[in-house]
């Protein structure tokens, strides 16, 4: 393992049996550092206090020593933004005789906001360490979210509620159980909007149980009575309709010339699969389409997904639910089964190719990155720029994409959709694809 003064490098390259690479240079790039305190609302210093950097390549964390202090180090160059949690048992209940409501310190970024879309960014170079980057939390009211979950099951199968932070694509914010005559209390509440829903689950996936979500926004007042309904898993049937005979068939294989025709790959069967929008609930989820362009989704949970294709070159152009048809790929059953479902495909993919140049001219042994908008159902791609400088991405689905020249090592298995170019937002480009588009954008090099 290297040590925290440097930052690792990728470096990726194709070996042929019998080849020999030989004078490779390998440059280590010192890691940097950032320094500061935690500080309450009097300016006190605040121990144990857990702070992270979050940048595009993931992040490191520290807790504060009894002087709030705090030292974030091995940070790879980038932009960062940073964040402090006091402990939860760290500030007890302040109760006042003059009627004002009791306070507590909320999760904050530097330097004292509550939304991470207004947090200050803190670029940080090779082997710098930046100091006095001081937090000072912010005290916001004690709020509570409380209701009952209906349609519990019965036995000892517990029952916990979920939530979903607006802008954060999986479970945050206090979790809580549900009590037997199925009431719960989430306490404390930092502001924000947010996404509930009650889960079960049971010793299969016919024993789970999801209620149909609930949006709320935790604003100045504690929210009650919010109702929240278990709903048995389901079952979806539906039917493909393919805009044209080409989105119909999966791509076939190409033979090998060496193969008997018997021993020829064979086609695989097509599947529709469904990817949760919120959460991970679901993922799992597909269903083969038959002879007759016919399937059945089972053991749906309620929820928003996007409808993804095992084939191609094919997406999802609309779904229909009875007679309600949206563009896209989004099948919404928050509230379990709403009638017979038609999922419209079509094969008018879309291609970008270009040309990435800096100041010497056309730019290689870099990387291009094209993310989808927020809420799409695709992930991040990326591919290498050719010795002549360019690149080019295709079978892509009609939709908007953000498009930038990364660094050579740009891990996208480790970049949260949405954040994955905010240190190249400089040179990104925005590209709106409508079906069959096949354009060329050449690109900047930062």
Not at 353 to 368: E, H, K, Q
Not at 390 to 415: E, I, Q
Not at 417 to 433: P, T
Request: charged content about 20%; glycine content about 10%; hydrophobic content about 35%.
């Amino acid at each position: 393992m290297l040590p925290k003064t440097v930052s690792a490098l990728n470096f990726n390259f194709p070996l042929a049996a019998g080849d020999k690479k030989e004078d490779l240079n390998l440059i280590l790039t010192p890691a940097g550092a950032i320094i500061g305190r935690v500080l309450d609302a009097a300016g006190e210093p605040v121990a144990n206090a857990l702070v992270q950097a979050e940048g595009n390549e993931g992040g490191e964390t520290a807790a504060t020593d009894e002087q709030g202090r705090y030292r974030i180090g091995g940070l790879r160059p980038g932009k960062y933004r940073l964040h402090a949690s006091p402990r939860p048992s760290q500030f007890s209940s302040e109760v006042r005789t003059d009627g004002s409501e009791d306070l507590h310190y909320s999760s904050t970024y530097y330097p004292d906001s509550l939304a991470r879309a207004s947090a200050r960014r803190l670029d940080v170079g090779p082997a710098a360490e930046l100091s006095g980057i001081d937090i000072r939390l912010v005290r916001t009211g004690i709020l509570s979210v409380s209701g009952k979950v209906s349609g519990m099951p019965g036995g000892v199968t517990p029952t916990g509620i979920e939530m979903t932070r607006e802008g954060e694509n999986g479970y945050g914010g206090p979790q809580s159980t549900v009590k037997p005559d199925g009431s719960f209390t989430i306490s404390p509440m930092d502001p924000g909007k947010y996404t509930l829903a009650a889960v079960s689950y049971g010793r299969s996936p016919l024993h789970n149980l999801r209620s149909a979500p609930v949006e709320i926004e935790v604003a100045g007042t504690n929210l009650e009575h919010i109702e929240l309904r278990m709903i048995p898993p389901f079952e979806v049937p539906g039917q493909v309709r393919f805009d044209d005979e080409r989105a119909r068939l999966p791509q076939q294989r190409p033979a090998r010339q060496s193969q008997p025709p018997a021993a020829q790959p064979a086609v695989p069967p097509r599947q529709i699969h469904l990817k949760a929008v919120l959460g991970f609930q679901g993922d799992a989820l597909a269903a083969e389409i038959g002879a007759d362009d016919s399937f059945t989704l089972e053991n749906v949970l309620p929820g928003r997904f996007h409808v993804l294709l095992s084939w191609g070159p094919a997406y999802v152009r609309s779904v229909r639910i009875g007679s309600t048809e949206t563009e896209g790929d989004i099948l919404d059953v928050c509230n379990g089964p709403a009638g017979p479902v038609t999922i419209a495909v079509s094969s008018l993919m879309c291609q970008i190719s270009g040309t990435v140049y800096d100041s010497n001219g056309p730019a290689a042994n870099i990387r291009v990155v094209l993310v989808p908008e927020a809420g799409g159902g695709r992930g991040l791609q990326s591919t290498p720029v050719k010795a002549d400088g360019t690149y080019s991405f295709v079978a892509l689905p009609p939709g908007k994409y953000t498009l930038a020249a990364t660094d050579a090592d740009f891990n996208p298995n480790r970049y949260e959709r949405g954040v994955a170019l905010e240190d190249y937002e400089d040179v990104a480009e925005s590209i709106d694809l409508r079906p069959g588009d096949k354009i060329t954008k050449d690109l900047k090099r930062k």
